[in-house]
């Protein structure tokens, strides 16, 4: 085994894979203490709602692999320590955007790098897809945290 849980022999494809499972699964552990971090009920949950897309991601992602679910154990401390203690809404939606966006940018890496494997591919643009549409919630939201709303006549 490899320092990363992964087989020796494990092919490049297999590699990057298990390379999208472990960001996918930090990425849960890091929104989760974000969320923790957050007075605001609707923010709360939309970042619960972004580490419960992550979680089920890499999930179907372990399907793909033939190795340990435990494989993102040795990084996930690191990224937990990376993220703020204090952040005002607005910097946790920026946050929540960057991470999104690394992860979009992952995607993108993987779907041009992988050969073509039409189930894999097909379930990897759903997911790319889907972090898309967290993005663009992510933006609305911040939208609307930064202009406050008139209130109804």
């Known amino acids: ?27 849960k552990k890091t929104l989760e203490s974000v969320a923790g971090l957050i007075s605001d009920h609707t923010l709360r949950c939309t970042v619960l709602s972004l580490a419960q897309q992550a979680n089920q991601y890499a999930t179907e992602l372990s399907c793909y ?3 340990p679910v435990s494989l993102a154990k040795r990084t996930a401390k690191a990224v937990l320590a990376a993220t703020p203690a204090v952040m005002d809404e607005a910097g946790i939606i920026h946050f929540c955007r960057l991470q999104e966006q690394r992860l979009v940018n ?3 890496r993987f779907i041009k790098e992988v050969p073509f494997y039409e189930d894999l591919n097909a379930m990897v643009s759903y997911q790319l897809n889907g972090l898309r549409a967290a993005g663009l919630q992510l933006k609305l939201l911040g939208s609307l945290h930064r202009s406050p709303v008139a ?3």
């Open 1 to 27: 085994m490899t320092p990363s849980g992964m087989i020796a022999s494990a092919t490049p494809n297999q590699k990057r894979l298990s390379r999208l499972y472990e960001m996918l699964i930090n990425e």
């Open 65 to 67: 692999l033939r190795t």
């Open 106 to 108: 992952a995607y993108q």
């Open 151 to 153: 209130p109804l006549a």
